[in-house]
């Protein structure tokens, strides 16, 4: 699926991922290829991103943080959050 995550300053991230989880308003819940079509607030918390490819902009390396080869969070106070066709667009802040 594709993720895009946008913040008030630029695109932080624009890409290939197997799986995505966000901290949602009931709680972290995960998203995979062919899920339901959502819309949801986010909260506090990490956006996990999971993929083989995945690759980070220099100039926004340093909001994320790689935990392993294919696994990269970043931090977030709130946002939103959009899936509809294996596209997810997070407005985040």
């Given at each position: 699926?594709?993720?895009?995550?946008?913040?008030?300053?630029?695109?932080?991230?624009?890409?290939?991922?197997?799986?995505?989880?966000?901290?949602?308003?009931?709680?972290?819940?995960?998203?995979?290829?062919?899920?339901?079509?959502?819309?949801?607030?986010?909260?506090?918390?990490?956006?996990?991103?999971?993929?083989?490819?995945?690759?980070?902009?220099?100039?926004?390396?340093?909001?994320?943080?790689?935990?392993?080869?294919?696994?990269?969070?970043?931090?977030?106070?709130?946002?939103?959050?959009?899936?509809n066709d294996n596209?997810?667009?997070?407005?985040?802040?």
């Amino acid at each position: 699926m594709i993720v895009e995550i946008v913040s008030p300053e630029a695109t932080l991230f624009h890409g290939e991922v197997t799986s995505v989880a966000v901290p949602g308003i009931n709680g972290e819940f995960q998203m995979l290829n062919n899920h339901a079509a959502i819309v949801s607030l986010l909260v506090q918390g990490n956006i996990k991103l999971v993929g083989a490819n995945i690759t980070i902009a220099k100039e926004f390396a340093s909001k994320f943080n790689q935990v392993d080869a294919q696994t990269f969070w970043l931090p977030i106070n709130s946002g939103t959050l959009e899936l509809n066709d294996n596209k997810v667009i997070i407005l985040a802040d």
